[in-house]
Every structure is written in C-alpha cells, then in structure tokens.
C-alpha cells in the first residue's frame, strides 16, 4: 500500500501543524493509521506501528506522556521519557507522523470533560487507579478528533484500556476502527512495558514468574472453580519475594466484569495487577478465546 519512494518522517509539535498535515494526505485520498503512544517505545509499540504501517497510506504516531490519566504523581515524574531515541525508531519503522506536542499545547486550559465510560471502566484499573481512564479517555479523544484516523491501534496488555476507549468511541461517535493487538513478550515471559527498565537486575528476573504462573492457571482451570483459580494465582504470586498482587481478576472479555463459572462468558480473560517492588505491572491471559 505504501509507496517505495517514501517521504522523510515529520515531528509535529503542535495540533495546527498536525492538522494541516493529515488534512493535506486525506485530500489526496490517503488513509490514515494512528498509533497514540506514551512514548519510551519497545517492541510492543513498534509491533503497532508495523501492524499499522501494512495497513494504512499514512502512519501518524503520538508520543505524549499523558498528566491526566496519572493518579499517582510520582509515577508521572518517574516515567521514562526517550524522545530521540524514540524518533529514531519510528523513522526506521517508516511512520511517516510522530506528534510531540508539549502538556500546555494539549491542556491550555484544564480538561474538565468527564466520560460516562459505564461499567466497563468501573472495575480493576479503574477501581485501583481512580480518575485513570476518563484522562485516557481524555486524551485518546482529541487525538481522534485531531487526527481523525481510519484506524487506531492499541496494545492488548492493557486490555481493559481497549474496552474504555471503544466505550469512549461510542460516546462520542467517532468513525473509526479501533484494532486490538497482541502482547509482545520478552523471551523469559514478561509482557514488554516501558516500567520494565524501572526494574531493578533482581526484580527483572523475578518478574517473569507473572507469566509463568499465568500460564499454569490455564491448566489448574480445566478441573478448578474460578474463584480457585483466583485463589491459586494471588497465593503463588505472593509466595515470590518483591511480588505483591494489586488484584487477580477473571472477567468477561468484552464487559470486564468478573464471572464466577468458566460458563458464564463466551470470552473469559485474566486480567493481573502485581508490585515488583514498586514497579507496577500489568498482564493477562486468555482462558477462553472469542
Ligand atoms: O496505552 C498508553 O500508552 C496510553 O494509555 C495512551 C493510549 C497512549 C493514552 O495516553
């Protein structure tokens, strides 16, 4: 789809010059992918950008480390930030728009929006993490509305975070097609995240057990209750040092909510919160596919 005479990536840093930008390729017919990123990009972000890039004329990607959906502000200061090293990346990955823009071009003046993103948002993150998705949903909203894309990918780690922003597409009645994407994994189990170089050398070999103890509660689940499996999950996670489980939820992959027999959903995923020291990760597994 793409050409092969391919144009040099443009770093936009303001929505007027974003918007200028996109318009010109749509009037020229093309079709738009976007991929909104916190930036710090690993192999699962570039795994968006690849997808998005076989699928779409234009590939713009966002890089905006988000204030709104933070409720926790030390994770905000902590969070790592890797622009150049970022830009670089996408260049190679042929992206052909990376939008940096600054926290005031974005809030000049406070958003006081709140989304009635419903049940699906009320549960795990949104229960342990109050006020996080209606900034995602903050944000995720006017990068559509700027960019307008044809697409929009997003990682399958946060699987939760899919379910909101397709509540949010609802709401506010964007066109477009959110794509799901699957969890790229480090060769040892660990779900890419860009909190993983927070982890400490010890931490980042005990952190894989996530995976690891995941994977074994698919089978422990053919002959036990959810609420066992639940059970033998938190306790073998817990028994590891640095490890500390946030919630072991096993929801309806497509309501979150919880389910109490393995029949009560068509789609049944586990979706995990754990401390590695203080490192928060984030994970799931699925125990019966749609
Ligand atoms: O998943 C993320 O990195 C962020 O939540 C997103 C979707 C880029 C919004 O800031």
Known sequence: MHSSKRKEMKVVRTISELKSLISGFKKEGKQVGLVPTMGALHAGHMSLVSRARKENDIVAVSVFVNPTQFNNKEDLRTYPRTEEQDCALLEAAGCDVVFVPSVEEIYPEEDTRVFDLGPVAEVMEGKFRPGHFNGVAQIVSKLFSFVEPDK?????????????????????????????????????????????????????????????????????????????????????????????????????????????????????????TVYCGDVRLIDNITYKAL
């Open 152 to 272: 929009a990918y997003f990682g399958e780690k946060d699987f939760q975070q899919i379910a909101v922003i397709r509540r949010m597409v609802e709401l506010e009645g964007f066109k477009l097609e959110i794509v799901s994407c699957p969890i790229k994994r480090e060769d040892d189990g660990l779900a890419l995240s860009s909190r993983n170089v927070r982890l400490s050398e010890e931490q980042r070999k005990i952190a894989p057990n996530i995976y690891r103890v995941l994977k074994e509660s698919c089978n422990f689940a053919s002959n036990h209750t959810v609420a066992e499996t639940v059970a033998m999950v938190t306790e073998e996670l817990n028994k590891l040092p640095q490890l500390e489980v946030e919630y072991y939820e096993i929801v309806n992959g497509l309501t979150m909510q919880p389910v109490e027999n393995w029949n009560d959903a068509p789609y049944v995923v586990g979706c995990i």
